[in-house]
Nanobody, 125 residues
Framework: EVQLQASGGGLVQAGGSLRLSCAAS????????IGWFRQAPGKEREGVSC????????YYADSVKGRFTISSDNAKNPVYLQMNSLKPEDTAVYYC??????????????????WGQGTLVTVSS
């Protein structure tokens, strides 16, 4: 059974940093992508960042470029999201997800096949 476990959320002041982790288990796929999404109250889930397991390619939403960094120890598992210079608008529940067929846009939540439970990030002003 494939499972994703997201952790690392918490309360931080604006300008601070947090590191989220996504640990996957039960994976038997050679190539896949791990994406981070977030959902704020009353808003749609949005793609934040993504990393490919095959070549380590990374992708970022414009709103987090230069502040967030996605990485993995061996381009596979676990996957981290280092979040620096946090802003109140970064407040959301953050989810990690796995895309195993790699056929669509990394920003589309519909492309992802497995989801972890969310971890709450709260940035105070």
């Amino acid at each position: 059974e494939v499972q994703l476990q997201a952790s690392g959320g918490g309360l931080v002041q604006a300008g601070g940093s947090l590191r989220l982790s996504c640990a996957a288990s039960g994976f038997t796929f050679d190539d896949y992508a791990i994406g981070w999404f977030r959902q704020a109250p009353g808003k749609e889930r949005e793609g934040v960042s993504c990393i490919s397991s095959s070549d380590g390619s990374t992708y970022y939403a414009d709103s987090v470029k230069g502040r967030f960094t996605i990485s993995s120890d061996n381009a596979k598992n676990p996957v981290y999201l280092q979040m620096n210079s946090l802003k109140p608008e970064d407040t959301a529940v953050y989810y990690c997800a796995a895309d195993i067929d790699l056929s669509g846009s990394w920003t589309s939540a519909y492309e992802y096949d497995y989801w972890g439970q969310g971890t709450l990030v709260t940035v105070s002003s």
